[in-house]
């Protein structure tokens, strides 16, 4: 109950009357009702109340264990990312750190003279598709079993665009999106319709059918693309982040629509569908906006200190956002009026400040995460401990020194590891993949 302030008087809330407030040279020995002590216990009620505030705001953001969990014997009853206790927790944890020490590395020369700034597996063909400078490549990789494995490619993009290819994108139709930044002419997006790998050579590359190009306005950056990974293969939607806002394209009998459009004040540098009607887009500024597609522009607006560089689904109701030296993952179930604060923070070194390749799966629990030494960072998707490191840039050395290059000419590239990407390969084999300089390299059991 709010009392009334009186001046030169202070309500005791003990003994439920008003005190007058006595100067400390004329108050009795022991009073508690002097300036002082008045003004300390308004300072104490103060911090009080900022405490109680703060508790109730974490209670609200977080997620309730159920009183079933805290039973010994029913705490394997529920989601297994909260049973601390129980065997299967033990049991996942292991798997992550026996997948993680068992990859071994294998180095596909692509390109000698050119690095790889753009990746995406396309499972019909066990293809790599990948861009180097202003052209965009299909290579198969071969497998290991191979009596005589060799890499075959061919260009899909030549003659396409004079410009550097900031983004692929494949969908479930197996529609490649290419984006051009727009650096010498105008930027754009390519959009190719993949040849059924039924009608392809055995031990071919991918190959496309048809190709349609889409130029923007002058003046406009083309920055990143996604395609909708729950849309059946008659719906296609690709979304496209440019410098000034976010374009959908939909497969229309044919036709490409792009009448949906989503704003934005700054680079939209990574897209990422959470769900059929859920995408999230983060910008150069730190904003990481969700964007609700039925509520006609409507969009949920997060905040990351820094550019928010690449966007992953973790879950359900999960989203990992990495950023130029830190990764947040969050829990969307906390979001409220406020921003949520993240379920966890992992730290990793990128002093010169350079994208950095970022991918995280699901399935294993497993996020992987570049640095600026050129090492693979793996952690835990479950509280971010770290499961192990790669070395990409000595791995790729090693093979080179194996082919017969001379150990002076091994230069490190600039960009170093760019593009990183948990793909299934054969009969669900996990294979992680990652581009070095002109190379792929595959780690995988």
Not at 107 to 112: K, L, Y
Not at 154 to 178: D, N
Not at 362 to 381: H, K, W
Request: hydrophobic letters at 35%; one cysteine or more.
């Amino acid at each position: 109950m709010n009392r009334r302030q009186l001046p030169g008087y202070y309500f005791d809330e003990e003994k439920g009357k008003y005190f007058r407030i006595l100067p400390n040279h004329n108050a009795p020995t022991g009073s508690p009702y002097t300036k002082d002590k008045v003004a300390l216990a308004q300072r104490a009620a103060k911090r009080q109340k900022i405490e109680q505030h703060r508790r109730t705001e974490d209670k609200d953001q977080c997620v309730q264990r159920s009183r079933i969990l805290s039973s010994p014997l029913l705490s394997e009853v529920g989601l297994y990312r909260e049973l601390d206790r129980s065997k299967y927790a033990r049991l996942y944890e292991a798997r992550r750190k026996t997948f993680v020490a068992g990859l071994d590395a294998t180095v596909h020369e692509v390109s000698p003279n050119t690095e790889i700034s753009c990746f995406t597996w396309d499972t019909a063909t066990s293809s790599a598709l990948t861009s180097l400078a202003s052209d965009t490549t299909a290579c198969r990789l071969p497998r290991r079993h191979e009596e005589f494995p060799t890499v075959t490619y061919h260009s899909l993009m030549r003659g396409f665009s004079p410009q550097e290819v900031s983004s692929m994108t494949l969908s479930p139709s197996r529609v490649l999106a290419s984006t051009c930044i727009g650096s010498v002419t105008r930027s754009g997006v390519v959009l190719m319709k993949m040849t059924d790998a039924d009608m392809l050579l055995p031990k071919s590359p991918a190959e496309f059918d048809l190709s349609v190009v889409y130029h923007f306005e002058p003046e406009t950056t083309t920055w990143s693309s996604a395609a909708n990974p729950f849309t059946s293969p008659e719906d296609t939607v690709i979304a496209v982040g440019t410098s000034k806002e976010v374009l959908l394209y939909t497969d229309a009998d044919g036709r490409w629509d792009d009448q949906q459009r989503l704003p934005g004040k700054s680079d939209a540098l990574d897209l990422s569908w959470l769900t059929p009607q859920t995408l999230a887009t983060g910008y150069r500024n730190g904003d990481l906006r969700l964007w609700d597609l039925r509520s006609q522009g409507s969009a949920i607006r997060l905040r990351k200190t820094g550019a928010v560089c690449n966007i992953r689904r973790t879950a359900d109701q999960g989203v990992a956002i990495h950023g130029m030296n830190s990764i947040a993952l969050y829990d969307l179930r906390m979001a409220s009026k406020r921003a949520p604060r993240p379920v966890t923070t992992i730290d990793f070194d990128n002093k010169d400040g350079r994208p950095r390749g970022f991918d995280v799966s699901t399935e294993l629990g497993v996020v992987a995460s570049a640095d600026d030494e050129n090492f693979i960072r793996l952690y835990s998707l479950r509280d971010g401990r770290e499961l192990g490191r790669k070395n990409a840039e000595a791995t790729w050395r090693q093979a080179q020194l194996k082919a017969g290059c001379d150990e002076k000419d091994l230069c490190r590239p600039e960009f170093g590891i760019r593009c990183l990407q948990f793909a299934k390969v054969g009969v669900d084999e996990d294979v992680l993949f990652g581009s070095y300089a002109g190379s792929v390299v595959e780690w995988a059991w």
